[in-house]
C-alpha cells in the first residue's frame, strides 16, 4: 500500500460541557483529569444567551487532546465501554468520528468517584493521511485532493481493522 494513503488518528479529543454550573465543571476537569492525567482548557461563551444565562467569557465546558500512542490507548478503553459497537452516524464524511460516554463508570479500569458523580462526556476522533498538512499550514495552503480525502467507507473499515469495532444496525 502507498505510505501516502495510510489513515492515521491525527488527535482525540475528549469534551464536557456544564453549562453555566460551576461546580459540573469541576467534576468534570477532575473527571477528565483522572482519565487522562493531561492539563485541561476551559471552554469560554463567546455568545450571550439570555435565557440560558450564558453572557461571553463564561466557562461552559472544558477539553482535553491527545496525540499519538497515548490516545489510541485511551481510544481502545473508551470503544470497549461502547462494546465495540458505534453507529454508523457516528462517522461523517470527511473521515472523523464522534461518540458519547454516558456514564464514565463504563469505561474499563476507571472506578466510581462519589465527589465526581455519574456524568458523561463526548468523544471526537480526528483522523488523517500524511500529506493533511498542505491544508492547514500558514504558507501555501492548498486544497486536499478528491482522492486524498477519508471517506466515511474508509474511516468505518478502518475503525474495525485497527479496533475492531462493529456497527450497531
Given at each position: 500500500?502507498?505510505?501516502?494513503?495510510?489513515?492515521?488518528?491525527?488527535?482525540l479529543?475528549?469534551?464536557?460541557?456544564?453549562?453555566?454550573?460551576?461546580?459540573?465543571?469541576?467534576?468534570g476537569?477532575?473527571?477528565?483529569?483522572?482519565?487522562?492525567?493531561?492539563?485541561?482548557?476551559?471552554?469560554?461563551s463567546?455568545k450571550?444567551?439570555p435565557?440560558?444565562?450564558v453572557?461571553?467569557g463564561?466557562?461552559?465546558?472544558?477539553?482535553?487532546?491527545?496525540?499519538?500512542?497515548?490516545?489510541?490507548?485511551?481510544?481502545i478503553?473508551?470503544i470497549?465501554?461502547?462494546?465495540n459497537?458505534?453507529?454508523?452516524?457516528?462517522?461523517?464524511?470527511q473521515?472523523?468520528?464522534?461518540?458519547?460516554?454516558?456514564?464514565?463508570?463504563?469505561?474499563?479500569?476507571?472506578?466510581?468517584?462519589?465527589?465526581?458523580?455519574?456524568?458523561?462526556f463526548?468523544?471526537?476522533v480526528?483522523?488523517?493521511?500524511?500529506?493533511?498538512?498542505?491544508?492547514?499550514?500558514?504558507k501555501?495552503?492548498?486544497?486536499?485532493?478528491?482522492?486524498?480525502?477519508?471517506?466515511?467507507?474508509?474511516?468505518?473499515?478502518?475503525?474495525k481493522?485497527?479496533?475492531g469495532?462493529?456497527?450497531?444496525?
Open positions: 500500500m502507498n505510505p501516502m494513503r495510510q489513515i492515521r488518528i491525527e488527535k479529543t475528549l469534551n464536557i460541557g456544564a453549562g453555566t454550573n460551576q461546580d459540573t465543571l469541576k467534576k476537569m477532575k473527571l477528565l483529569k483522572n482519565l487522562t492525567g493531561k492539563d485541561l482548557v476551559k471552554t469560554i463567546q450571550r444567551i435565557s440560558w444565562g453572557r461571553p463564561l466557562p461552559v465546558g472544558c477539553k482535553t487532546i491527545l496525540r499519538g500512542e497515548e490516545a489510541e490507548k485511551i481510544l478503553r473508551l470497549a465501554a461502547k462494546d459497537k458505534l453507529n454508523e452516524s457516528c462517522f461523517d464524511s473521515g472523523n468520528v464522534a461518540f458519547g460516554i454516558h456514564e464514565y463508570i463504563d469505561v474499563p479500569d476507571l472506578n466510581y468517584d462519589p465527589s465526581i458523580g455519574i456524568m458523561g463526548q468523544v471526537c480526528t483522523l488523517s493521511r500524511p500529506g493533511y498538512r498542505v491544508k492547514y499550514r500558514k501555501l495552503n492548498r486544497k486536499l485532493g478528491k482522492g486524498h480525502i477519508i471517506t466515511k467507507e474508509e474511516s468505518i473499515a478502518f475503525f481493522q485497527k479496533f469495532i462493529s456497527l450497531n444496525e
